[in-house]
């Protein structure tokens, strides 16, 4: 069995692939993908473009195709 795991910075991670910043939407939309494909199980991070303490209204729907 191949290994993918890799090590950046001193953080082991299970697999090299990551989400692009900003691109993986809001839980409901990353709930349908996973449904569909699974493909969460095969990323090592997930990578979020921002975090704030107050909501911010974000762009419309479909953010992911």
Do not use: C
């Not at 709930?31 to 419309?60: C, D, H, M």
Request: glycine share 10%; net charge positive; proline share 6%.
């Amino acid at each position: 069995m191949n290994q993918l795991s890799v090590k950046i910075s001193g953080l082991e991670l299970s697999s090299p692939l990551v989400t692009a910043s900003g691109t993986s939407g809001h839980s409901d939309e990353i709930k349908r993908i996973q449904k569909k494909s699974g493909v969460l199980s095969s990323l090592g991070a997930f990578v979020t473009k921002g975090v704030t303490l107050r909501p911010e209204k974000g762009n419309p729907e479909p953010r992911i195709v």
